[in-house]
């Protein structure tokens, strides 16, 4: 698993507490979660970092072919 991937899966993580509670009390204490947009947008850039780093991994060993045609015409 890339360090994106792992990162990816602790912000869904943080994502699924965020919409269970939003504030836990706990004595005299409170513990705010952090804001679900700023947790959405880190899902959304860890995912498209995922994305491109499986789309190359999946490219290695591979070669791309152009015929050029020389012909003239």
């Known amino acids: ?5 792992t990162r990816l899966a602790a912000y869904l993580a943080a994502e699924a507490a965020i919409l269970k509670a939003q504030e836990v009390r706990g004595g005299d204490t409170v513990h705010r979660m952090a804001e679900l947009t700023d ?5 959304d850039l860890l ?3 995922v994305n491109r780093e499986q789309s190359r991994a ?4 591979s070669f791309g072919v152009t015929l050029a045609n020389l012909s003239g015409r």
């Open 1 to 5: 698993m890339s360090v994106a991937e």
């Open 39 to 43: 947790v959405r947008k880190q899902i």
């Open 47 to 49: 995912q498209a970092q």
């Open 58 to 61: 999946a490219g290695r060993g």
